[in-house]
């Protein structure tokens, strides 16, 4: 796993800086509308949150979201329109894409981008999260990490969030990695 910086003052960023930049994954699941999802070719070249996460999580998912959906309320609308959020469930036995779609759209009304569910088998879940660098879920995934990754339009990550930070600092580092 990359390392992260250890001080909040060592950057540009409000989150926590990646020592190692982690390119943007590339991994293939079903979105919530039932078609394929190409996660590396949908995304490229846009600014892109991505969280592993569930929807019956009682705590750090739907508050994570919330966040998100608040940081992209608060930015230009610019760059909340080439904003992508991706949510990849960790529980899939549970999250089927349309209750991913249900689940999600409780966040993103009124955004000019719907966010992003995406499911598959436990396999093809595990092989995402092994892409993107995070932490395997455990328990059926309801104990995974709580990583916010921030892709830029570079297609790199450079900074992530976790359960704490909040939708200012989101805000505000999608602002940086935008150019805005």
Same mark, same amino acid.
């Not at 309320?73 to 089927?96: G, L, W």
């Not at 995402?128 to 916010?148: D, K, P, R």
């Given at each position: 796993?990359?390392?992260? &910086?250890? &001080?909040?003052?060592?950057?540009?960023?409000?989150?926590?800086?990646? &020592?190692?930049?982690?390119?943007?994954? *590339?991994?293939?699941?079903?979105?919530?509308?039932?078609?394929?999802?190409?996660?590396?070719?949908?995304?490229?070249?846009?600014?892109?949150?991505?969280?592993?996460?569930? +929807?019956?999580?009682?705590? %750090?998912?739907?508050?994570?979201?919330?966040?998100?959906?608040?940081?992209?309320? /608060?930015?230009?609308?610019?760059? +909340?329109?080439?904003?992508? %959020?991706?949510?990849?469930?960790?529980?899939? +036995?549970? =999250?089927?894409?349309?209750?991913?779609?249900?689940?999600?759209?409780?966040? *993103?009304?009124?955004?000019?981008?719907?966010?992003?569910?995406?499911?598959?088998?436990?396999?093809? %879940?595990?092989?995402?999260?092994?892409?993107?660098?995070? /932490?395997?879920?455990?328990?059926?995934?309801?104990?995974?990490?709580? /990583?916010?990754?921030?892709?830029?339009? *570079?297609? %790199?990550?450079?900074?992530?969030? &976790?359960?704490?930070?909040?939708?200012?600092?989101?805000?505000? =580092?999608?602002?940086?990695?935008?150019?805005?």
């Amino acid at each position: 796993m990359a390392e992260i &910086s250890t &001080s909040a003052d060592a950057g540009p960023y409000a989150g926590r800086e990646l &020592s190692d930049p982690r390119p943007r994954p *590339d991994f293939t699941l079903t979105a919530q509308g039932g078609a394929r999802f190409d996660f590396a070719q949908e995304t490229s070249g846009q600014p892109t949150l991505l969280f592993f996460g569930y +929807a019956n999580c009682p705590d %750090v998912c739907p508050t994570t979201m919330a966040d998100v959906a608040l940081a992209l309320r /608060s930015v230009p609308e610019d760059v +909340a329109a080439r904003t992508q %959020v991706v949510f990849v469930t960790t529980d899939p +036995a549970r =999250d089927t894409p349309k209750f991913l779609g249900e689940y999600l759209a409780r966040f *993103d009304a009124e955004l000019p981008n719907r966010f992003v569910g995406l499911t598959g088998t436990p396999a093809e %879940v595990e092989s995402a999260q092994g892409a993107a660098e995070v /932490s395997l879920a455990e328990a059926g995934g309801t104990m995974h990490a709580t /990583s916010l990754l921030l892709y830029g339009p *570079d297609d %790199v990550a450079r900074v992530m969030f &976790s359960a704490g930070d909040t939708a200012e600092e989101i805000a505000e =580092d999608l602002t940086t990695v935008t150019g805005s």
